[in-house]
């Protein structure tokens, strides 16, 4: 092979590296790239807010659903919803929690077996982080 053969080797391949280059930022912007769908002026109403593995074939994925989030376990034998709860946050189910428990002590209904919050429901939420 001569020199002017390896440089039209080169050459073609840079131009089809560049080529692969331009079509995939084309396909990023309009939003066809990642397997992610958008629409142009609209909030995701879907997203993954944390996965937390558990062995090898299973994992538990917390997703987020407009208002409400759902824990997921992903296994090989299927897929199992394990619970389903608006999206208060943890400090709101601190405070509901804390709330619960001092109605039933006042009812005294309370259970033995669950130790009461330490707090109150107004610095339930205060604290380091």
Partial sequence: MDLDQYIRFLMAL???????????????????????????????????????????????VLVRRDDREHLILLSANGDLLVDSA?????DTALVQSALVQSAQRQEGTARPDIPPLQGTADSAGAGPR
């Fill in 14 to 60: 840079l131009f089809v590296v560049a080529l692969i280059m331009v079509v995939a930022w084309v396909l990023r912007r309009a939003g066809m790239a990642g397997g992610r769908v958008r629409g142009r002026g609209r909030q995701r109403r879907l997203s993954v807010v944390e996965a937390l593995p558990i062995d090898a074939k299973r994992r538990l």
């Fill in 86 to 90: 608006p999206a208060a946050g943890f």
